[in-house]
């Protein structure tokens, strides 16, 4: 996959989503889209994920963060789209 073809997205998302199995679901949904995905617990209560992958993937991973698992309360996603650096990783 070229870097014409994949975006990079950071994500901050808030509301109840530590303690309710909220990364492994992220990773989960990573997985099943294709999207490559590094979810991080941030002291302030909310999540930080990165995520790269092809645009239409990575639309359809944040619309599953704006979800949750069943005993999340998603209140925000904020999204920002950066150039991929081909490595999820990298920004921690």
Do not use: W
């Amino acid at each position: 996959m070229t870097s014409e073809e994949t975006v990079r997205a950071e994500i901050l998302v808030s509301g109840r989503v530590q303690g309710v199995g909220f990364r492994r679901f992220a990773r989960n949904a990573a997985q099943r889209l294709g999207v490559e995905s590094n979810p991080k617990n941030l002291r302030d209560g909310r999540v930080f994920v990165i995520a790269e992958g092809r645009p239409e993937a990575v639309e359809l991973y944040i619309n599953e963060l704006r979800k949750g698992p069943m005993f999340a309360h998603v209140e925000d996603v904020d999204v920002t789209f950066r150039e991929a650096l081909g490595n999820v990783y990298q920004a921690f």
